[in-house]
T-cell receptor
Framework: GQQLNQSPQSMFIQEGEDVSMNCTSSSIFNTWLWYKQDPGEGPVLLIALYKAGELTSNGRLTAQFGITRKDSFLNISASIPSDVGIYFC?????????FGKGITLSVRP | DTGVSQDPRHKITKRGQNVTFRCDPI?????LYWYRQTLGQGPEFLTY????????KSRLLSDRFSAERPKGSFSTLEIQRTEQGDSAMYLCASSERQGRSYEQYFGPGTRLTVT
């Protein structure tokens, strides 16, 4: 089946630093989405990307839909402690989303 | 703010028992989805409704699982004869029918523990 690859599994950064995470797939998707999940809660939608090559920002977050439609990246600028959490990429094809395994982000004060 | 709500938030049950979870989607959303998430993994799609019609089911949804959305509003997910492997977070999401129908908004989940 379709697989989305996110690596590394964990990232550790200093408060104020920028961080970039990417997501790759062996399959093409029509839409890419990025979610953040806190422990014991459901994923929260951060950014949705609709067209290949699209670059979209939401506050300190910037994400891009890869030209090949098989990858996407998320950048967080000037990290703050509340950015801690698990970041998932998801690809949409048809009605369902396919998720990566997530990247756990830790921010040191 | 009327986001997606799920009830209960936590459920502990003994192996072999039946459990039922409820999901109330965002009120103007026609589409409703169920996902399952195990530790260290992303959510995995189980099934999808448009209004009251169940339009797609994953092969993960074994015969012991059944989902309904009788009036096109709230949905229930029932697991019969629970097994330890059913322990997971069960997530519900909803989206609009048109426009940004791919933007799925998730509820807080129901954490199931089968002992």
């Amino acid at each position: 089946g379709q697989q989305l690859n996110q690596s590394p599994q964990s990232m550790f950064i200093q408060e104020g630093e920028d961080v970039s995470m990417n997501c790759t797939s062996s399959s093409i998707f029509n839409t890419w989405l990025w979610y953040k999940q806190d422990p014991g809660e459901g994923p929260v939608l951060l950014i949705a990307l609709y067209k290949a090559g699209e670059l979209t920002s939401n506050g300190r977050l910037t994400a891009q839909f890869g030209i090949t439609r098989k990858d996407s990246f998320l950048n967080i600028s000037a990290s703050i402690p509340s950015d801690v959490g698990i970041y998932f990429c998801a690809g949409q094809l048809g009605s369902k989303l396919t998720f990566g395994k997530g990247i756990t982000l830790s921010v040191r004060p | 703010d009327t986001g997606v709500s799920q009830d209960p938030r936590h459920k502990i049950t003994k192996r072999g028992q039946n459990v039922t979870f409820r999901c109330d989607p965002i009120s103007e959303h026609n589409r409703l989805y169920w996902y399952r998430q195990t530790l260290g993994q992303g959510p995995e799609f189980l099934t999808y409704f448009q209004n009251e019609a169940q339009l797609e089911k994953s092969r993960l949804l074994s015969d012991r699982f059944s989902a309904e959305r009788p009036k096109g509003s709230f949905s229930t997910l029932e697991i019969q004869r629970t097994e330890q492997g059913d322990s997971a977070m069960y997530l519900c999401a909803s989206s609009e029918r048109q426009g940004r129908s791919y933007e799925q908004y998730f509820g807080p989940g129901t954490r199931l523990t089968v002992t």
